[in-house]
């Protein structure tokens, strides 16, 4: 209930501020010239000084220019849907203009700023840019408007105004159009459609300033709607890999805020927005994977944005792990995440040896998704590290994981999340991915439900959609969990209680009370590793290490290495070397059980 009135009357807050942009004139601070949009004249010439006398800057800027130059190879953008999206195209015609825009720029090779006109003079030939799915229209508007804008003076006359004309019409219009939907919603798509429409609107202001103060003023009031969900501690309700997403266009529209009209009306010190920089950092092992509950991958890749988060807080830590990332793809290792061109402009001020965090090892943060973390240590690559969350599944692309937990030990991911399977897979078999009701569609995905995560389930059963699961305690070495609403219906209680002790010993017990007596209930721990059992123990190995996990209660249970494949119906995806460590009990006739195993890699793999 304090979490409700807190957003409640921050929101009224808000809203009330915004109510204020009649005066003075939204455009009032407009800078006159072009660059105004992230990068301006002088922070060009910042750059190529930088660039200079930095050798770091100046790896980055060659390696960024040599993507720039495969740019010049591909085939031009055509118009191609894939399903009811565009959305590969105008992320791909994103990736051009900011390449070649940039590459112009630090070299003045002409040949760059040719080739991104030409891709924007072709996506400005669109005939819409597929405002039915407004992601896709936001990043095209996007990715013309930084073109225009970094190459205002040597791009033609008619080829500025076709591209105005294009960012009006199929952007800002479009958008202006929308008086619900994405507007008023408390998820990526407000900020991604914000943050492009937002550049669109100030890269033409002055010949389009009513089209560009309606924008804004919407804009001002109702991006307060998308950053909602960082409250109150920073955790992004959609998981690390939509933080990525939303939270790289909210930067993208703050920092262009501030060059193009001196202010980001105080939207970066939203509750929990900046905050959600070290929330990441938390939820992210020493195997460089994040826990990735939601619709979410859990692979090693470098992430330009955080660098954003650590210049303007002046907090290099932040990047500890981002920068080791950062100087591998230097040195020419095979690194996931292409570079930004705006990365270069985030290392002004940082230093260039990044010390690591200075953040809790037991770290937990509130909101829809909570999240509690315990780790051995920041710099040891074979640390122990123990996420897990509560929530419920009616999250925006959330799934039936309450309860569920990662686990990192020894330079290895014991128990895993398998991800979301690719949404054109399941749409186009013909099922409804998003709907999120009790029966509905996207529970027949077994990624999503609890039978594939490392969660309880109770009599064979999906989890409760409405229900909130709360991290009822937290302390050093020891977490609690409320299930019970997930479970509604079907017990009176059940708990989940984490323990983390001596030589990276982890224990998860579940206590069930007030349940039907042979309620079946089943506890699993999706993995990658090969599973051996005998009995009340298990043998995982894992990239030549060991986890043993053994059974504390109940004392007849035995482990099971059960399928981890989902069922063979055309449209779930195989989940390859995946494996399930399960447990199966059922409820005595006391109506209680105690569920308890512990899990610990051996004393010989885990001193270093």
Known sequence: MKLKTFLLVWLAGGLASAA??????????????HPRLIVTAAAWNDLQARRTNDTEVAAIINLTVAQARNVLKAPPLVYKKEGRRLLAVSREALERVELCSFAYRLTGEKVFADRAQQDMLAAAAFANWNPSHFLDTAEMTAALALGYDWLFDVLPATTRATLRQAILEKGLQPGLAVRNGWKVGHNNWNQVCFGGLTLGALAIAEDQPDAARELLTSARTNNLNGLMPYVPDGIYPEGPGYWSYGTTYEVLMLSALQTALGTDWDLSVSPGLLTSAAA??????????????????????????????AQKLRQPELVYFQNQLLQGKLAG????????????????????????PALPLAWQGEGPNPVGVFRSSWTDSNALFLAFKGGAASNNHGHMDAGSFVLDADGVRWACDLGAQEYLSVESKGWNLWDG????????????????????????????????????????????????????????????????????????????????????????????????????????????????????????????????????????????????????????????????????????????
């Open 20 to 33: 204020d942009v009649s005066s003075p004139d939204i455009l009032a601070g407009l800078r006159p010239e």
């Open 437 to 608: 009701a009790q029966g509905g569609d996207r529970w027949r995905i077994y990624r999503l439900n609890n039978f594939s995560h490392n969660t309880l389930t109770l009599g064979g059963k999906l989890h409760q959609v409405a229900g909130h699961a709360r991290i009822t305690s937290f302390a050093t070495h020891s977490a609690t969990v409320d299930l019970t609403p997930v479970f509604a219906g079907q017990a009176r209680s059940v708990v989940r209680r984490f323990t983390v002790g001596e030589n990276k010993t982890v224990q998860v017990r579940d206590e069930i009370a007030g349940a039907k007596p042979d309620l079946t209930v089943r506890w699993q721990m999706m993995t990658h590793a090969e599973i051996q059992t005998q009995g009340g123990q298990a043998t995982l190995r894992q990239d030549g290490k060991v986890l043993v996990a053994k059974i504390l209660s109940p004392a007849s249970a035995h482990f099971e290495a059960v399928s981890a494949q989902p069922p063979d119906d055309g449209v779930n995806e195989p989940n390859r070397g995946a494996h399930i460590l399960a447990v199966n009990a059922s409820v005595p006739t006391s109506g209680e059980l105690v569920v308890e195993i512990e899990l610990q890699p051996p004393p010989a793999t885990s001193s270093h």
């Open 280 to 309: 990441l950092v938390e939820q992210t092992g020493p195997t460089g994977r994040p826990f990735n509950f939601s619709d979410g991958g859990d692979g090693v890749a470098l992430n330009s944005t955080l660098f954003w988060f």
């Open 333 to 356: 290792q095979r690194v996931r995440g292409g570079l930004s061109p705006l990365l270069p402009l985030w290392l002004a001020g940082l230093p260039k040896d990044i010390p690591p």
